[in-house]
């Protein structure tokens, strides 16, 4: 498995994104994705998984040292209380002394960036959280999280797939050494059925959800965390480091427009970051 080197971080490039996966299939989903090498899971107390995403790492036969393991905070927990408060929860709950990287879901417009990356902080010194990082900021904000936080912030969690340009964002991470992790890496299954990433996948004999995979974490600084949850899916998933695109590939890839409904989809976190609640 590749990785990308942020702050004091190695993570490994591709990882199990569970968000809407709940209940007993999302252990079994944990449990067969590190039995298929998969060695990052990404969870949230948004998710209402947390319990069994650990419930899934412990019936693995894979070390816990070994799962690069993300939780965030939910935006009613930035406040600073609510913050040490809900993550202790998070580690109750994930069975677990540790995570290797907390976030903060979402930017909150009522809460300051330096009450929230406050408590982070002091998590960290304790060495409760081993990597601190942010979700669905800005390249302004994420600026600005870097100046307030004591410790590196290794990444910065954002909507990207072939399209949703993500393009000065992306500058900002690779010059800063920052990554860039891509959720909803398929556009929300869009790129399944996409015909420019199916036909350049004939070429490799690929398919096009392994094409979009593989545009994202050839890209210097990208994670990508795709969701899935049979066998099946999660092993096509993974199958996306033997192979390498073209330039021309990458770029044809990259001028993808989506459909409308995806184009509007992709206004969502604007929106989002603005709205306080």
Not at 63 to 71: G, Q
Not at 114 to 138: A, C, I, K, P
Not at 166 to 193: F, H, K, M, W
Request: charged share 25%; glycine share 8%; hydrophobic share 35%.
């Amino acid at each position: 498995m590749d990785t990308v080197t942020a702050g004091d971080a190695e993570i490994p490039a591709l990882g199990l994104g569970t968000w809407q996966n709940t209940g007993p299939g999302c252990a079994e989903t944990v449990e067969t994705a590190l039995e298929l090498g998969y060695r990052h899971v990404d969870t949230a107390q948004m998710y209402d998984n947390e319990a069994q995403v650990g419930e899934g790492i412990a019936r693995s036969n894979v070390d816990r040292d070994d799962v690069f393991l993300t939780t965030k905070l939910d935006r009613g927990n930035l406040r600073a209380d609510d913050a040490r408060e809900s993550f202790e929860q998070s580690l109750e709950k994930l069975d677990t002394d540790y995570v290797d990287l907390l976030l903060i879901h979402w930017p909150h417009p009522r809460v300051p960036f330096e009450e929230t990356l406050g408590v982070m902080d002091d998590l960290y010194q304790e060495g409760n959280v081993r990597q601190l990082g942010v979700s669905n900021f800005t390249t302004d904000q994420l600026r600005e999280a870097r100046e307030i936080a004591d410790a590196p912030i290794a990444t910065d969690q954002v909507l990207y797939n072939p399209y949703k340009d993500q393009s000065n964002l992306l500058d900002y991470c690779q010059r800063e050494g920052v990554a860039l992790t891509a959720y909803s890496p398929l556009g929300r299954g869009e790129a399944i059925t996409d015909g420019t990433l199916a036909e350049i996948g004939d070429t490799y004999d690929k398919s096009a959800a392994q094409v979009a995979l593989r545009w994202l974490v050839q890209q210097e600084n990208v994670v990508a965390i795709p969701k899935a949850s049979s066998r099946d899916h999660l092993e096509a998933n993974l199958a996306v480091f033997d192979f390498e695109l073209t330039g021309a590939e990458m770029e044809r890839i990259a001028g993808l427009d989506g459909s409308i409904r995806r184009r509007l989809w992709n206004r969502l976190p604007g929106l989002m970051r603005k709205v306080p609640f």
